[in-house]
């Protein structure tokens, strides 16, 4: 990628002041993130002299690359279709004249613009909806709806309803935004506000269109990138632009959570690591790629630098405390559930850390308090409402696990621990076939992890399918090692009930390789049954190593191994 470091500084310098104007926070931030993470010097070697002075040519135009890009929106003119000369110039005249309309318009309207984004910083959204009214410059058109948007949800919000449920005020939002974009006078950010209306309107396909159309006008957006994710799901990797360096932060987030995809991820964090350094953003994602990989150890060394760097961060604190709840380590969990709780209380991410605090300590009535605040504080905080839906599981309140894993899965379907959840809480209703459906889910979007293969397999089984329950138990032995020992018991009981000896033989030896001291049962079961096959294949000594195990393993099996021996020692004699 050809792209120097005072051209990037000035895409970025563009981005905080043109996402600030319009109330984009979250895109705001992750510029300014980058933006500081940047190097003093030019290292990247992909300006030439003339566009060192501020990423502006000498002599050209005052409009910076990405200003122009932005601009792509309007009017859809593309200056890449092998357009005649005299049509490429008149098509940049015709954006040149569009950007000096919107220019003039914006100055024009400064002084409303200011008194409509102070009203919108204190969230009086429907007042500064009405004091931006006429207003035709492209800042504060946005502003304008964004400001009605932002109040339909938080009306839908106060009302207990899903996002998107007022739908009269979006979709007359959205009506407005598409006579805008017929005559060519959305600009990026109108583009994205767009994809956002019609995507509460539950016009998923065209709200992708536009949001891939957003990107490409404005490419520093980050909250369109992240739009593009939701929309594109498992197809993020096709629908990305083939050019612009964010698309590496995009894929790189859509991949951080692939097992299959190490080096495409590794790649792309790679690119940026040389664009914008081990900025916060950067080391988040090394570090949720640990996480998801299930190497806690590397998750937490990531976490742990990441702290140092930002002692005040709170973004993914809600990640680092599952690890350190994984891995049972109380005092570092609370320590972080302090550390955040010093900052800020009231995040959502805090209540998430405080929350598996109290689920260690197995206060699950506390723990579920907490992420319950978690999700009215963000009801688009994904692990609020997986995290509830883990701890109603516990309390036994299936009915609100289910409406809390459901939740998840409307706000990102790639989860796959949403689906999961559904799973166990249909399974907890002994309702195998509802179950098969979420835990199948869950396995399509995980298909390297043995515990998904294990949990469809076990509901298969409890439905009476055991060819189908034997093809998910061998999908588990060939996954992760997490669950190989209880796939290999289960399959060797099924291969036994079919009255297919050398087959369970096979998966009960599996078993005793890969045995924890918790499946003390099911090893005393290996046991004796290969004690028992190898006496059908005279072979006693075999038998008797075997049958020697069954105490050490499950003391209270023991006699069933010494009835065995006894009958060996009756028949040789």
């Given at each position: 990628m050809d792209i120097g470091i005072e051209r990037l500084r000035c895409q970025l310098r563009e981005a905080v002041e043109e996402c600030s104007a319009r109330g984009l926070v979250f895109s705001t931030k992750w510029a300014a993130e980058q933006l500081?993470?940047?190097?003093?010097?030019?290292?990247?070697?992909?300006?030439?002299?003339?566009?060192?002075?501020?990423?502006?040519p000498v002599g050209g135009s005052k409009a910076t690359p990405t200003l122009k890009n932005r601009l792509r929106g309007a009017g859809q003119v593309s200056q890449t279709t092998g357009a005649t000369e005299g049509e490429t110039e008149q098509g940049d005249n015709t954006l040149e004249d569009k950007r000096m309309q919107w220019q003039q318009l914006d100055a024009e309207e400064r002084d409303r613009m200011a008194l409509g984004k102070s009203l919108?910083?204190?969230?009086?959204?429907?007042?500064?909806?009405?004091?931006?009214?006429?207003?035709?410059?492209?800042?504060?058109?946005?502003?304008?709806?964004?400001?009605?948007?932002?109040?339909?949800e938080?009306?839908?919000s106060e009302a207990g309803e899903s996002k998107g449920s007022n739908s009269s005020a979006v979709a007359e939002i959205s009506a407005e935004l598409l006579e805008l974009d017929a005559v060519g006078d959305l600009d990026g950010f109108g583009i994205y506000l767009l994809a956002l209306s019609l995507k509460a309107s539950g016009r998923r396909d065209e709200a992708r269109n536009a949001c891939l159309r957003a990107v490409q006008a404005f490419e520093c957006n980050w909250s369109a990138w992240e739009l593009l994710a939701g929309l594109a799901g498992a197809q993020s990797a096709s629908v990305c632009p083939a050019t612009g360096w964010v698309r590496h932060a995009f894929l790189a987030q859509a991949l951080v959570a692939a097992e299959a995809a190490s080096t495409e991820f590794a790649g792309h964090v790679a690119e940026l690591e040389r664009l914008v350094g081990r900025s916060g953003f950067v080391m988040g994602l090394r570090a949720q790629r640990h996480y998801h990989m299930r190497e806690f150890d590397e998750a937490g060394s990531e976490f742990s630098a990441l702290q140092a760097l930002d002692p005040f961060r709170l973004e993914l604190s809600d990640v680092h405390s599952n690890i350190l709840y994984v891995t049972e380590d109380r005092g570092r969990l609370a320590a972080l559930a302090q550390r955040c709780a010093a900052v800020d209380r009231f995040r959502p991410e805090t209540c998430c850390v405080i929350g598996n605090y109290y689920s260690l300590r197995r206060e699950h009535d506390k723990a579920a308090g907490y992420f319950r605040r978690a999700a009215q504080l963000d009801s688009a905080c994904l692990a609020a409402w997986v995290l509830l839906g883990h701890e109603l599981i516990e309390l036994k309140n299936t009915a609100g696990a289910a409406d809390a894993y459901r939740r998840a899965a409307d706000i990102d379907a790639r989860d796959y621990r949403a689906w999961y959840g559904l799973g166990k809480t249909y399974e907890m209703l002994n309702m195998p076939h509802y179950a098969l459906r979420y835990y199948a889910r869950a396995a399509a979007l995980r298909p390297h992890d043995s515990r998904m293969w294990c949990a469809l397999a076990d509901c298969y089984d409890r439905a009476a399918q055991p060819d189908s329950a034997i093809a998910c138990y061998r999908r588990a032995l060939h996954a992760s090692p997490e669950s190989a020992a209880h796939a290999a018991a289960r399959l060797a009981r099924l291969y036994a009930a079919a009255g297919d000896r050398p087959r369970a033989a096979h998966c009960y030896r599996l078993l005793l390789a890969h045995a924890a001291t918790d499946a003390a049962d099911d090893v005393a079961s290996a046991c004796l049954f290969l004690a028992s096959y190898e006496l059908d294949r005279r072979n006693p000594r075999a038998a008797r190593q075997y049958l020697s195990q069954v105490a050490d393993a499950a003391p209270h099996r023991a006699e069933e191994a010494s009835a065995m021996l006894r009958a060996m020692a009756s028949s040789s004699n």
């Open positions: 500081c993470s940047l190097p003093l010097s030019d290292n990247l070697g992909g300006d030439t002299e003339d566009e060192k002075d501020g990423g502006i919108f910083d204190v969230r009086e959204f429907e007042r500064a909806a009405f004091m931006l009214q006429g207003c035709r410059g492209p800042r504060a058109v946005f502003l304008r709806l964004y400001s009605l948007y932002l109040n339909s938080r009306r839908a």
